[in-house]
């Protein structure tokens, strides 16, 4: 449903009414004296935005080529499903460019606070440090009760004032270059192996709706995050975010995850890039996270996109389950290069799955003290479900989960550098793992699940509700011995795969026929579980879009006739 508004409302052609208002902005030839409203007269400022009174239909248009110091704030402003607010540019005589806001020293480039029905286009945003960042006097207090840390942000979406906001859509945006800290600044090791970061940061795109709130039908499509401190597009909510759309966006060198969701309930992520999250290239950067991670989240749809070179001395894997999700469907995705790993799913999670990926040469972290604090793994199952303080120190909850994960169809390969390290948490409590090539070179090893705190030698056994079967490894050894759950029945060969080793999807094609082609089972219902998955158990396709015919094959690709 929420796809089909989102979509609906993008194919709209809008036609303002007389009674709305285009307000034009040129640093170059504009005065504020001027009436603003016509093309020929507008202002200079994005400061005389401030005694503009917005309604719907109105739009704010800066002029293309051309940069804007400040930062434009939007507070209990709607527009409506017919007559959107509009925050974009306008082409000028002298350029076509999408017109910069400059917002270094502002809390935010764009801030949309209790204000729905707006469209932001065709605009790029920097934020490049600017000394102590003032939160806006209307969402201090809120902010600081809802603990939200101190930040600089790109384009900040908050919701504070009880109601439902809807129809926020940003299309072919650029924010680049947005840190709380100027040039120079250091973080040290002891900061970013902190959970989420503990100072200042610069977050790209943030959406944050505190309670009371409702969220819902938002987008961020046909866009790009650059060089950003922490997180790329957050999301921040408790079950109070429903009905996104992440499309077609390039997320590259974010200091933090390049995209992350909190408590957001519905969403389709699909057809983006994800490039070096956990960047330690500038000095600002957190310097870890994951391509994308979820936590506190259920309904999430993650499909064809790529996630590659996620770095970081924890987690930043190329996505990953945090613990509290339900329902997050990983699919039709490439994996490669990500220091933490590909399969990661923590504690109090329900029927997820990572299904039809293919996974290149991920987890090749190697803990070391005052280097990496956890191993990159392979494939982890963790128990861990967060923390809290018992006297001066915090301590691991009792771990629990996950339940019910589905793994199934994956192609798995890891080169003979680097050592494919697998982490089962005793704890877990129903999977399937089937279906899947694990073609791993070089030597696999049983590591301990190292949230933080390993899980303890003395934990109790709770494993059941397992189907582990019919798997392809290389050679006897892939998956280790130690591991508590086996393989009921492994085959053994070599895919013979077109290109080992390269980044396209195609690449990983067996040639291999009589080991592969439909020597697949189908996916069952893990015993006890009454839910299975939201998508279906069958999918209708591989990776590569070709249809399932007959048994699966073995592996992301179906093989064709």
Not at 195 to 220: D, K, R
Not at 233 to 241: A, D, E, V
Not at 320 to 345: P, T
Request: net charge neutral; aromatic share 8%; glycine share 10%.
């Amino acid at each position: 449903m929420y796809i089909r508004q989102l979509v609906a409302l993008l194919v709209i052609t809008f036609s303002i009414s007389v009674d709305a208002t285009n307000y034009y902005i040129n640093s170059q030839q504009g005065s504020d004296d001027n009436l603003g409203t016509e093309p020929s007269q507008p202002w200079q400022s994005l400061a005389r935005l401030t005694s503009a009174k917005i309604s719907a239909g109105d739009q704010i248009l800066l002029a293309a080529g051309q940069t804007f110091k400040g930062s434009i704030s939007l507070y209990n402003v709607s527009g409506t499903i017919e007559k959107p607010i509009v925050i974009s540019s306008y082409e000028t005589t002298s350029s076509a460019t999408p017109a910069t806001i400059n917002a270094k020293g502002e809390f935010a480039g764009i801030l949309l606070a209790d204000s729905d029905h707006i469209i932001v286009e065709n605009l790029s945003i920097t934020a490049n440090g600017g000394g102590d960042i003032v939160l806006p006097a209307q969402l201090l207090k809120k902010m600081r009760k809802a603990k939200k840390p101190n930040m600089r942000v790109g384009i900040a979406v908050i919701t504070s004032d009880a109601g439902e906001y809807a129809q926020i859509h940003m299309n072919k945006v650029k924010v680049t270059n947005i840190y709380a800290k100027d040039e120079g600044y250091q973080r040290s090791y002891q900061e970013t192996v902190t959970a989420n970061g503990t100072e200042a940061y610069g977050f790209g795109i943030y959406f944050i709706s505190l309670p009371q709130t409702l969220l819902t039908n938002i987008s961020v499509s046909n866009s790009q995050v650059q060089a950003v401190g922490h997180t790329g597009i957050k999301f921040s909510g408790k079950r109070n975010i429903t009905n996104v759309l992440l499309d077609n966006n390039r997320v590259i060198h974010t200091g933090g995850p390049g995209m992350q969701m909190g408590g957001v309930a519905g969403a389709k992520v699909k057809h983006n890039i994800v490039d070096s999250s956990g960047s330690a290239q500038d000095s600002r950067n957190w310097a870890r996270g994951s391509g994308m991670w979820t936590w506190g989240s259920d309904n999430i749809i993650v499909e064809h996109n790529q996630f590659l070179n996620a770095n970081g001395p924890g987690d930043s894997a190329g996505f990953h389950i945090d613990f509290n999700c339900s329902n997050v469907i990983v699919q039709y995705n490439l994996s490669a290069n990500n220091a933490g790993g590909f399969i990661e799913i923590l504690g109090n999670n329900f029927n997820n799955t990572y299904r039809y990926n293919v996974s290149v040469n991920d987890g090749h972290r190697v803990k070391e003290k005052g280097v990496a604090f956890q191993e990159g793994k392979t494939f982890w199952f963790s128990g861990f479900v967060g923390s809290e303080k018992i006297g001066n120190k915090r301590k691991p909850r009792k771990r629990h989960g996950p339940y019910n994960s589905y793994i199934y169809n994956n192609t798995i390969f890891v080169d003979s550098e680097i050592t494919a390290k697998i982490a089962v948490t005793k704890v877990a409590e129903g999977a399937l793992i089937a279906n899947n090539i694990f073609h791993i070179m070089g030597d696999s090893q049983l590591v301990k699940g190292d949230q933080y705190v390993p899980e303890s030698d003395k934990d109790d056994v709770n494993l059941k509700h397992f189907i582990f079967e019919n798997n392809l490894y290389l050679k006897q050894g892939n998956w280790p011995k130690e591991v508590l759950v086996q393989d009921a029945s492994p085959i053994y060969g070599n895919a013979n795969f077109v290109n080992p080793g390269g980044l396209n999807l195609k690449d990983y094609t067996p040639q291999n026929i009589a080991l592969i082609k439909d020597k697949g089972i189908n996916i069952p219902r893990i015993p006890n579980d009454s839910t299975g998955l939201i998508v279906g158990l069958q999918s209708p396709h591989d990776v590569l879009g070709n249809p399932i015919k007959g048994l699966p094959d073995i592996g992301a690709i179906e093989l064709q006739e």
